[in-house]
């Protein structure tokens, strides 16, 4: 496998292309589709879809018929099968072909010199602007059927998929314009039948909104169908006799639109993008009603024809043409972003509420809130979703208990910010010093530090984070409430929390779902958006400013022990996390992936609010070392995440829960995933 080669990480680059169109004129426009073809080529593109009747222009009404049109179609397509013989991409062209005593509306599949099948037009319009049933015959009847073209006999239907064999999971469908505006598509048909790419090509006309339409269908199906959809419409140069053209070029992926195009272009655009094949095989393999609804159309998908072609695929570094996310589970767009903390702050506002009222209904009292507060990230947030859930439940904030815990390492800054949000947010907030009990239970460990040696180790540092919820326990228990869990998803991944009385276990914990680069934004959603005041506000943003740190190591210097110099970079870790847990990739792709997006620091877009100094980079070797330890780390931990309590699912990505997202063994070995990483990610 070439690690840096897009085609060897399971991508697939499609484009989807639009030029003037000489009206009635196929010589000319076979011309600029070749053009088009050659620019593609040269680009590494696979698969490149034009518009519908684009060899003869579509708005050219019963010129359609004449003897003179379709046999310069013809002669435009034998020039187009021998031109294309040295051209990388599958060609998908619009043209119309006489068959029988009808002509029908059709899209060639071409490649190196050979016409794959053809695929007709399905569902004619005949309604409004359209009046295409005048001149053609609806091909959704043609299954099974061949045709001769450029003197070969093919495929010739709506039932054709075509398989390229050299790059697994590269299987295309093609359907034209009006396909897609029905009910039952035959894109839908042939996605159940095992279709990854649905290709469309389209004429189209604008008129106000129907862009918005069009993008709205294509991301419908890409969506529904667990495919990617290429769409091409019809631009410059048709026939503006009744009607106007836009152009309109996308490229859509499981909803997620990868790229567009200008519209009312005078020249040619061609819209590139890499489609992952990896993810569209992934989704279906997770969402067993896909294949669950091929089984119940199962009459009409299995009667699907499959034309295998090999592509030879272009080797070497070709670059990534997809945006790639640095922040998988923060969004870029401000607006999105803010949408994003608005919905995961009201589910673990009303997660917490709801147990609460659960709670209060079985026993016959109101339960209080009992949280371990220290000034950092996790806890801070989960005191602010605590004190909204009692707001909402008419309680007063006095029923939040909070209580911070200085250890050996606790510093004044952290100390000081939990004692200052306790004030400023109402609750009922106390401070417990750990140190005795810890002394008394490191002497009776016999361990070193009760003799007066600096010895740091884990039992030294477990010692501190079981107290501190043995305490909260006992709290919540003396007090008649339950332990709000403050851990993160992040956390729950890495491993990084104190098993059994320790920061892995509560009665409920309302982060379980929030990983640790979402829990920052939402803070900073809640400092801004009103939910608090001015002065709370401050502190919140005080808050972010922070070292993420354990705080159970004392330090020779000022620099406070650090969690990511033992765990990694969160922004990288939680990029990872995304792709293990939503998509399943191997560690070379998630590699490949990662270093796309996080090599170059002025590249890309970040989201908004993330300080500058955050802003950085991260080499391959960098991502590989940090990936390593994230999947010792990841497997080494799944004991903890087996036994975890109840807690909400916030993010489409995931969680750590067993009932939820993710079921595993304890003692699952890392092997196999080590040695791919080992094998195909580039050690410099």
Request: net charge negative; charged share 25%.
């Amino acid at each position: 496998m070439d690690f840096y080669n897009a085609y060897d990480q399971g991508f697939a680059r499609v484009a989807a292309c639009t030029a003037p169109v000489a009206v009635a004129d196929p010589a000319t426009n076979v011309r600029t589709v070749l053009e088009q073809a050659r620019t593609c080529h040269d680009e590494g593109v696979a698969v490149a879809v034009f518009p519908e009747l684009c060899l003869s222009g579509y708005a050219i009404e019963d010129l359609l018929l004449q003897d003179t049109l379709l046999d310069a179609v013809r002669d435009a397509i034998d020039v187009l099968v021998e031109e294309s013989r040295d051209l990388l991409p599958i060609l998908l062209v619009g043209a119309p072909l006489a068959q029988g005593s009808r002509v029908l509306n059709c899209a060639l599949v071409v490649h190196r010199g050979r016409v794959l099948g053809v695929a007709p037009k399905s569902y004619l319009p005949t309604y409004r602007e359209f009046y295409e049933r005048r001149h053609f015959a609806p091909g959704d009847d043609r299954r099974g059927e061949t045709i001769t073209v450029a003197g070969q006999r093919v495929p010739f239907g709506p039932d054709l998929l075509f398989d390229v064999t050299d790059v697994p999971g590269l299987v295309l469908h093609v359907e034209v314009c009006e396909d897609m505006w029905v009910p039952v598509p035959p894109s839908a048909e042939a996605a159940l039948a095992g279709a990854t790419v649905l290709a469309n090509l389209s004429g189209s006309p604008i008129t106000i909104a129907r862009a918005e339409d069009r993008r709205l269908l294509a991301r419908s199906a890409s969506q529904r169908c667990s495919a990617a959809y290429v769409y091409a419409a019809a631009g410059r140069g048709e026939s503006s006799t009744d009607l106007s053209w836009d152009g309109q070029t996308m490229v859509h992926e499981v909803g997620d639109l990868l790229a567009e195009g200008d519209r009312f272009v005078d020249g040619p655009v061609h819209t590139v993008a890499d489609v992952d094949l990896d993810r569209l095989r992934q989704e279906r393999l997770r969402q067993g009603t896909f294949d669950d609804n091929r089984r119940t159309h199962a009459a009409r998908t299995g009667e699907f024809r499959t034309v295998e072609v090999e592509l030879v695929a272009p080797t070497g570094d070709l670059g990534l043409r997809r945006r790639v996310d640095r922040f998988p589970f923060v969004p870029d767009d401000p607006e999105r972003l803010a949408q994003d903390c608005y919905e995961a702050y009201e589910i673990q506002v009303y997660a917490l509420e709801r147990r609460l009222e659960a709670i209060g209904q079985a026993s016959g009292h109101q339960p209080r809130a009992v949280i371990g507060v220290s000034g950092g990230l996790d806890s801070t947030h989960a005191l602010i979703v605590a004190c909204r859930a009692m707001d909402r439940l008419g309680r007063p904030r006095s029923d939040v208990h909070a209580f911070t815990m200085p250890g050996y390492a606790t510093g004044d800054t952290s100390k000081s910010l939990a004692v200052r949000l306790g004030e400023a947010l109402g609750v009922t907030f106390e401070e417990i010093d750990i140190r005795p009990a810890c002394e008394q239970m490191l002497r009776d460990l016999d361990h070193p530090f009760a003799d007066g040696e600096p010895v740091y180790d884990v039992t030294f540092e477990n010692v501190q984070a079981g107290l501190r919820y043995d305490y909260l326990f006992r709290l919540a228990n003396h007090r008649g409430g339950i332990v709000v869990g403050t851990g993160d998803l992040s956390e729950l991944a890495l491993g990084w929390c104190t098993y059994g009385v320790g920061d892995q276990m509560s009665h409920y914990n309302v982060n379980a779902g929030v990983p640790k680069t979402l829990v920052q934004h939402l803070i900073r959603w809640v400092a801004d958006s009103g939910e608090v005041d001015a002065t709370t506000g401050d502190l919140l943003r005080e808050v972010l400013d922070q070292e993420i740190s354990p705080e159970l190591v004392p330090s020779e210097d000022d620099r406070p022990q650090a969690t990511e110099d033992f765990v990694g970079p969160y922004a990288l870790q939680d990029f990872t996390l995304h792709k293990v847990l939503r998509m399943g990739y191997r560690p070379s792709k998630i590699a490949f992936l990662a270093w796309h997006a996080w090599r170059d620091a002025d590249a890309g877009e970040w989201p908004a609010g993330l300080p500058e100094a955050k802003r950085t980079a991260y080499t391959l070797p960098e991502v590989r070392r940090w990936l390593e330890v994230f999947v010792k780390r990841f497997f080494a931990s799944q004991f903890k995440r087996s036994a975890l309590p109840n807690g909400p699912k916030v993010s489409a990505g995931g969680t750590m829960s067993p009932r939820g997202d993710w079921r595993m063994p304890s003692d699952a070995s890392a092997a196999a995933w080590l040695r791919e990483l080992e094998e195909n990610v580039p050690a410099d």
